[in-house]
């Protein structure tokens, strides 16, 4: 009866020799599965470049008593998408202050003046997305880092009305975001009343309308 427990130990000290030898063992296995779902998770991400052309960034601000809507002519930025786990996706864009088009020249150099924007010391303004979390029906909780008028703060928003397609042949994703900001966060407080921020001659918070198709490459 002593024979078979003693072959099965031999049996057992060989293989665990054996594998130590071959580098087989339970520490690389697991760190082997790791890799594979890192590889797996990765391979589904696709970096796609923002189509200038067919994207649009607009703002809205309070003036008086009524909504005020001005647009940036010119963006451009990065998506890595995930269409099958969006919360997977991240995203970064750069707008020109400089591209600012409210209809009317003089109103758009006082917007890039050092009242508000300061465009020649801080020519753009920037977006990186840090969490995309989904909320149902196929909106999207946003946060990211906003850099603007040399001061970058978290803000938030939503991203919403998400697609992929065709476009000429390349694959595409479109999607809007709607980011939300307080203007005296970032430093510019013309026209700002402290006492009513968002019922002064002009107010406060700014909602950053961001409408996005991009190329996958």
């Known amino acids: 009866m002593k024979h078979p427990i003693n072959v099965s130990i031999t049996t057992i000290v060989l293989i665990a020799s054996a594998s130590a030898l071959a580098g087989w063992n339970w520490t690389n296995l697991q760190d082997d599965a790791k890799a594979t779902t890192k590889t797996t998770a990765a391979a589904t991400t696709r970096e796609y470049v923002v189509d200038q052309v067919h994207s649009s960034v607009l703002f809205k601000i309070r003036h008086g008593v009524s909504n005020f809507y001005g647009r940036f002519n010119e963006i451009k930025g990065s998506i890595n ?62 946060i990211g880092e906003f850099s603007v008028h040399g001061k970058t703060r978290t803000i938030d928003g939503k991203m919403l009305d998400v697609r992929t397609g065709k476009f000429r042949r390349s694959d595409v994703v479109g999607f809007e975001t709607r980011l939300t900001f307080k203007r005296s966060d970032f430093g510019m407080t013309k026209f700002l009343d402290p006492d009513n921020p968002e019922s002064g001659p002009l107010g406060d918070t700014i909602v950053l309308l961001v409408a996005i198709e991009a190329r996958g490459q």
């Open 81 to 142: 998408f995930d269409k099958d786990k969006i919360e997977n996706s991240s995203m970064s864009f750069t707008v020109s202050i400089d591209s600012v088009d409210t209809h009317d020249s003089g109103r758009d150099g006082h917007i890039k003046s050092a009242d508000f924007f300061n465009s020649r010391q801080y020519p753009e303004a920037t977006f990186t997305s840090t969490s995309i979390k989904p909320l149902g029906d196929g909106v999207y909780a946003l």
